[in-house]
């Protein structure tokens, strides 16, 4: 996420002018993003109750996980 919104930053400055919101969800790395943005932008970002996204539970602001190993375990009925 901050890499990737990183690299938008030319993108975000050449269309600042049609940009007059951002929202985010409560979780973090939903706000984080936002921070990222909005101060690209020079705005401030709105928090909406009801806009949410997947909460990765025990997977939440992990950086290298092995996925598959754990996908694997979802498939046999694993639950944390």
Same mark, same amino acid.
Request: aromatic share 8%.
């Given at each position: *996420?901050?890499?990737?919104?990183?690299?938008?930053?030319?993108?975000?400055?050449?269309?600042?002018?049609?940009?007059?919101?951002?929202?985010?969800?409560?979780?973090?790395?939903?706000?984080?993003?936002?921070?990222?943005?909005?101060?690209?932008?020079?705005?401030?970002?709105?928090?909406?109750? *009801?806009?949410?996204?997947?909460?990765? *539970?025990?997977?939440?602001?992990?950086?290298?996980?092995?996925?598959?190993?754990?996908?694997?375990?979802?498939?046999? *009925?694993?639950?944390?």
């Amino acid at each position: *996420g901050k890499l990737q919104v990183a690299n938008l930053h030319t993108h975000l400055i050449k269309h600042k002018q049609n940009i007059s919101d951002v929202f985010s969800s409560h979780l973090l790395r939903a706000k984080m993003t936002a921070a990222i943005v909005t101060q690209i932008l020079e705005l401030e970002a709105k928090v909406i109750d *009801g806009l949410h996204e997947c909460n990765f *539970g025990e997977f939440e602001n992990q950086v290298s996980i092995d996925y598959a190993t754990h996908f694997a375990k979802w498939l046999d *009925g694993y639950t944390p």
